[in-house]
């Protein structure tokens, strides 16, 4: 095929803007160039006399065209540019990446060498509307270079322009055959990346590694496969083990810990300690916080009952949200005969007659959490009354904590009056309804109940009562109260530790010589004398922080220590200012050796000194937690809680401490007396 110039025929100035406006393939006399609106010729793309073309479109246009001719062609023009625009942008070809790859070449084009030389054409450039010839030759290469894998083969559309002088003969043809992308003529030693046609950033694209798929061999398989045992072990086999025996085993643990989940896990063992586990006598303590959120339906908790709980005798369901309280109720009164404990705490659709269902129909209940249960309005006085009423002397334990009450002082004469067997008084962060301080006749329920044991009244809005001294030397007061807990916040001048002095603490703890846990944090009208005259002999919990004693300098809180170190089990100290007194009640906490039973000393944001701590890291082998955080008069490091190993790895690093710090003296005073001795010499 011969080289054919394009300066033999002088198009008109009509076909050249014509040309120019088109962004298509020209050929003229059966040779094509690619003219770009920038005026530069993209790279080549070959074409051979032997191709063969599916689809001819044939626009015969004169010179003077009309209106709808003009956008017949530009419509058949579009998607010719859209081919071409990735030509456009860098004068290479991105091949698309979702085109097939042809293994084969149907047409012989890699190897036909006639091919190669009618295609070794010289191009041409279009610049600012004069035709240059190149002295550049571009070849064809026919295959990958330098061990490169063959670029894809994608389907190209030429467009060919040829006429005689009057008019201009446009044909858009699609080739059949596929023609090889020439190479970059960039050369890097480096392969580049396929970058994919999309708007996002080319360097986020990451390729896949490919997942290995696992060997199916014999040795895998045996490898991972545990092989079964030929005989049943003894806890599976019913005739070595009895049910009965492995039942009371389950007993045991489900009295430490619950029925919930230690049951499930059991029952997953093996047949045996499944049908042991789903025995209803297991089921007498029944923790449902256990089961998730979404199982947490009326039909799963009526199948429980009928199920599971027939014999449950204490049940907590704190934070269920149940539609048909009623019905819940009747079911749980009418199935679970032996109940003795609920929980309905965060519950906040029970209504008074809600509250006379349990009162009345459960005939075995004695204890009752009704904590959280006020949603908006105030819980009213007279259905709580009415329940005390009810339920009389079976009632031990009631939490009435977290709530709006109005006529406070009216339930608590109730209380007093119809539960002497109460055991449990839970009433911590009761407010009242008109935002006054409700008032507590302490000897009234000291007549009325008792065996109370637990008395807890912290963060409320609640006052003693005056008494008269009769009323007080009348009262038998607590001889079995264990526990009291007053605190309340310093900012809140309405709670009941705001009210509390050495006369409250002598009223609240008349006889209560068993007392096992103090907690008056945030007294401030508390002082010594009142603490040092507490009846208890053997108190484990002492909790003072924010007291008026620990920012005192010359209290006696170093006497209110050594009266419990004996027995004192947890102590809080923390955000004590008087730095003197908490340091001899630290070493007072120390003295008893090894005969110490203390575990848990918090010290946080207090002023104690190195040496305290590190008397009692020495001399009380039980501790277990140490809270040293924001002590500012303590070496940076060590400022922190410790629990655990940490406790010993603190108890190592400060006895290892001095000793490091004597070997460095030693280095330091070493090399002076090697420079002073030549002198004297």
């Avoid at 074409?47 to 709808?68: G, M, R």
């Avoid at 959280?372 to 259905?383: C, D, K, L």
């Avoid at 109940?449 to 001294?469: E, F």
Wanted: aromatic share 4%; with cysteine; net charge negative.
């Amino acid at each position: 095929m011969s080289e054919i110039n394009l300066l033999n025929e002088q198009p008109s100035t009509e076909s050249c803007s014509t040309i120019l406006k088109s962004d298509i393939e020209l050929k003229t006399n059966g040779e094509m160039c690619n003219f770009l609106p920038n005026n530069n010729i993209c790279e080549d793309i070959v074409s051979s006399n032997s191709a063969k073309f599916d689809t001819d479109i044939d626009t015969e246009c004169d010179t003077p065209q009309t209106t709808t001719e003009s956008s017949e062609r530009d419509e058949g023009m579009e998607g010719i540019k859209e081919d071409t625009e990735d030509e456009s942008l860098d004068g290479k070809f991105h091949p698309d990446p979702d085109s097939q790859e042809d293994d084969e070449d149907p047409y012989n084009i890699n190897n036909d060498k006639s091919f190669d030389d009618d295609v070794n054409y010289e191009p041409w450039e279009h610049r600012n509307g004069v035709v240059k010839k190149s002295n550049k030759k571009k070849k064809l290469s026919s295959g990958p270079g330098r061990g490169r894998p063959r670029k894809a083969l994608v389907t190209m559309y030429h467009s060919q322009i040829s006429g005689d002088k009057n008019a201009i003969k446009i044909r858009i043809k699609k080739s059949n055959f596929c023609t090889q992308i020439p190479p970059s003529k960039k050369k890097s030693g480096r392969r580049k990346k396929h970058k994919g046609n999309s708007d996002t950033d080319a360097s986020d694209y990451e390729k896949k590694p490919k997942r290995s798929k696992p060997s199916n061999t014999e040795n895998d398989v045996s490898s991972t496969q545990e092989q079964e045992p030929l005989e049943q072990s003894v806890w599976g086999d019913p005739e070595k083990l009895p049910a009965s025996i492995l039942e009371r085993i389950f007993d045991h643990v489900v009295v430490q810990e619950g029925c919930l989940p230690s049951l499930v896990r059991f029952g997953k063992v093996c047949r045996l300690w499944r049908d042991v586990s789903v025995t209803p006598k297991l089921w007498h303590k029944a923790d449902l916080n256990y089961v998730k959120e979404k199982y947490r339906t009326d039909l799963r908790l009526h199948w429980l009952i009928l199920n599971r709980l027939v014999e449950c005798q204490d049940l907590n369901m704190g934070e269920w949200k149940i539609r048909d309280i009623q019905a819940f109720l009747e079911a749980l009164c009418e199935h679970c005969t032996k109940l003795k404990g609920l929980n309905l705490s965060g519950w906040k659709g029970i209504s008074p007659d809600h509250l006379k269902c349990i009162s009345t129909e459960s005939k075995t209940l004695e204890r009752l959490d009704l904590s959280s249960i006020n949603f908006t309005s105030p819980i009213n006085a007279q259905p709580l009354v009415n329940l005390t009423q009810s339920m009389g002397g079976r009632l031990t334990h009631l939490v009435l904590a977290h709530n709006k009450i109005a006529n406070f002082s009216q339930i608590m004469a109730a209380i007093s009056t119809n539960c002497p067997n109460l055991h449990l008084l839970d009433i911590s962060n009761i407010r009242t309804f008109a935002h006054n301080m409700s008032l507590l006749h302490i000897e009234k329920l000291q007549i009325g109940c008792p065996d109370l044991r637990v008395l807890r009244i912290t963060n409320s809005q609640i006052w003693l009562a005056a008494a008269s001294l009769t009323e007080q030397v009348a009262s038998p007061g607590f001889p079995r109260l264990e526990e009291l807990s007053l605190a309340g916040l310093e900012e809140d001048q309405t709670t009941t530790s705001r009210s509390v002095d050495d006369d409250c603490i002598e009223r609240l703890l008349k006889n209560s010589m068993k007392l096992r846990l103090l907690d008056v944090r945030g007294c401030s009208k508390l002082t010594d004398s009142g603490l040092v005259r507490v009846p208890a002999w053997d108190l484990e919990h002492l909790f003072l922080s924010a007291c008026y004693i620990t920012r005192l300098q010359n209290s006696g809180l170093e006497l209110i220590v050594q009266k419990w170190s004996h027995s004192l089990v947890e102590v809080d100290l923390a955000w004590s200012t008087a730095t003197n007194p908490l340091d001899a009640a630290v070493l007072a906490l120390a003295e008893k050796g090894s005969e110490s039973k203390l575990r848990f000393l918090n010290l946080c944001g207090s002023s104690v000194s190195l040496e305290p701590v590190k008397a009692v890291l020495e001399k009380c082998p039980k501790l277990y937690s140490i809270n040293l955080q924001s002590c500012r008069a303590l070496p940076r490091g060590i400022k922190r809680l410790y629990t655990g190993s940490q406790v010993d790895e603190l108890r190592k690093s400060l006895q290892d401490k001095p000793k490091t710090e004597a070997s460095e003296s030693e280095a330091d005073q070493s090399p002076a007396q090697t420079t002073v001795s030549p002198r004297n010499e």
